[in-house]
């Protein structure tokens, strides 16, 4: 007895039939491709630029720093010193710079029935956070190469205060991103928020060089934390006095369930915006 006809018909419909994570996970790689192609495709230099500007920000204040007459801060290699906080700062500033703007750089997307509007969000996480392992990774095994012991002490504890960085910065990144469907000028909070944070984060200085007194000053910036546990999980020279797990990850969860509710009650918005 021949096979029925519309079992094979229902057969090659179930077949093709995609999840929605399927549909999502596809998505997400094109949009990937797409982010990676604007950003770099028409400037070969693109990569070149993600390693030199951390290298270019750390030889400027290395030599400030030498011509102070100081090769070292907190028992520390002022190369290793200052990178250990400035690629943080800058996946923080990036993240937050991409976040900011990407549904606003993707609507167009979003009439599509299959892009949804969190997809560009997590293309744009993705990216940046690569980026940041990659140059990361790639400055401190150069750094080992010259004979700097640059293998952190605790790689758990590193790996953490990143992870609670991103998610913090991914909460303040949608929160951002919404504000902008209602005001276009949101974008220049961005600026207005990471420049300041360059000086009182923790970049060319730590804990231990403030009078305990005035550390209230600097203790209520999660980046400060994010920098001084990061330097504390990396150089067993270094100890906190400042650095604290709870409030980190305090603001990563208010930051993050804030930013993200937001999102979702404003995500209708964004295809008509």
Not at 8 to 17: I, M, R, W
Not at 23 to 45: C, P, Q, W, Y
Request: hydrophobic share 50%; net charge positive.
């Amino acid at each position: 007895m021949p096979y029925p006809l519309h079992s094979v018909k229902a057969e090659n419909c179930h077949s093709k039939k995609r999840t929605s994570l399927t549909i999502m996970s596809d998505v997400i790689f094109a949009l990937t491709m797409r982010e990676i192609k604007t950003r770099f495709g028409h400037n070969r230099l693109g990569y070149f630029w993600a390693i030199m500007e951390p290298v270019g920000q750390v030889a400027i204040l290395g030599l400030i720093f030498s011509l102070m007459g100081r090769n070292s801060v907190a028992n520390i290699p002022v190369a290793l010193f200052l990178f250990t906080a400035i690629l943080p700062f800058k996946l923080f500033g990036k993240l937050l710079n991409q976040l900011s703007a990407a549904i606003d750089a993707n609507k167009g997307l979003l009439s599509y029935r299959q892009v949804t509007a969190i997809d560009p969000v997590i293309t744009r996480i993705l990216i940046e956070v690569a980026t940041f392992l990659l140059v990361y990774v790639f400055i401190f095994s150069v750094m080992a190469w010259l004979g700097f012991t640059a293998w952190p002490n605790n790689l758990l504890g590193l790996l953490t205060a990143t992870a609670l960085l991103v998610v913090f910065t991914v909460g303040l990144g949608l929160l951002l991103c919404t504000c902008m469907s209602f005001w276009k000028d949101t974008k220049k909070i961005v600026n207005i928020i990471t420049r300041p944070l360059f000086f009182i984060s923790g970049i060319f200085f730590c804990a231990t060089m403030i009078p305990p007194q005035y550390w209230y000053l600097f203790d209520w910036n999660p980046i400060f934390h994010v920098i001084e546990l990061s330097r504390d999980s990396f150089f067993s020279a270094y100890t906190s006095p400042v650095g604290q797990w709870s409030y980190l990850s305090f603001c990563a969860l208010v930051s993050f369930s804030l930013g993200l509710a937001i999102f979702h009650l404003c995500r209708h918005r964004f295809i008509g915006s």
